[in-house]
C-alpha cells in the first residue's frame, strides 16, 4: 500500500507541470491560431506613367492604414497597427521614377512604412486582398502639360520629273562607235 501511495504521489506531482506545459501550450497556441499580420514585401512600379507601390501583407486589412505626407524631404509615411515586418529588412530600395525606397520599421505592435520619394507627390490608397496599394498623384500633375510642337515639314530633295527620253535616244545608233561619245575621263 505504500507503494501505491508513493506511485500516486509521483502521478500527481509529475501532473502539476503537465498542468503548466498544458496551460504555456495552450497560451502558445492560442497566439499562434491569433498570429499577427505581417508586411510581406514593398516593391514599386511604372504603370503606364503611373508610380504604383504595393504593400502586401500576410493578411487582409480591415481598412486602409492611417497616413500622411511629408514636402521636404519628399515623403509618404503610413502605419500598420496590429502588423508586424516580415520582410527581412528595413530599407528596400526601389529608385525608378519619383520612387527611391521605403522603410519599414516595427516599434511595439505596429509597424510604419515610410515611403522615400524624389518630389513631394499626394497619394491614392486602397486595399486589393492582401495588397495596399498606392497610386501617386506627381506634383506636376496639377500643371498644364507644355504643348509639343510639330516637327517642320522635312525638306527633301525632290527628284525631277521622269523623262521621256531613252537611252537610244542618247546613245547614236551605230554600235561601233557609240562609246566615242562618252566623256574622256583624264
Known amino acids: 500500500m505504500k507503494m501505491k501511495l508513493k506511485s500516486m504521489h509521483l502521478a500527481e506531482s509529475s501532473a502539476v507541470p503537465k498542468k503548466w506545459v498544458l496551460m ?26 503611373t508610380e504604383v ?5 500576410s493578411e487582409p486589412l480591415t ?39 521605403a522603410n519599414v520599421v516595427q516599434a511595439g505592435d505596429r509597424t510604419r512604412v515610410v515611403i522615400n520619394l524624389k518630389k513631394a507627390a499626394s497619394y491614392k490608397a486602397s486595399i486589393d486582398g492582401n495588397t495596399v496599394m498606392l497610386v501617386l498623384d506627381s506634383a506636376e500633375a496639377g500643371k498644364p502639360k507644355p504643348k509639343r510642337l510639330k516637327p ?7 527628284a525631277p520629273p521622269p523623262s521621256k527620253t531613252s537611252i537610244s535616244d542618247v546613245v547614236p ?3 561601233d562607235a557609240w562609246w566615242l561619245t562618252l566623256p574622256a575621263i583624264r
Open 24 to 49: 504555456a501550450s495552450a497560451a502558445l497556441l492560442s497566439l499562434s491560431a491569433h498570429a499577427q499580420n505581417a508586411i510581406q514585401s514593398v516593391t514599386g512600379s511604372l504603370q503606364s506613367g
Open 53 to 57: 507601390i504595393r504593400i502586401q501583407t
Open 63 to 101: 481598412s486602409v492604414p492611417a497616413g500622411f505626407t511629408v514636402q521636404s524631404p519628399a515623403r509618404i509615411a503610413l502605419d500598420f497597427p496590429g502588423v508586424i515586418n516580415a520582410v527581412g529588412k528595413s530599407l528596400v530600395e526601389m529608385n525608378q521614377g519619383n520612387l527611391r525606397s
Open 152 to 158: 517642320s515639314p522635312r525638306l527633301e530633295a525632290q
Open 173 to 175: 545608233k551605230t554600235q
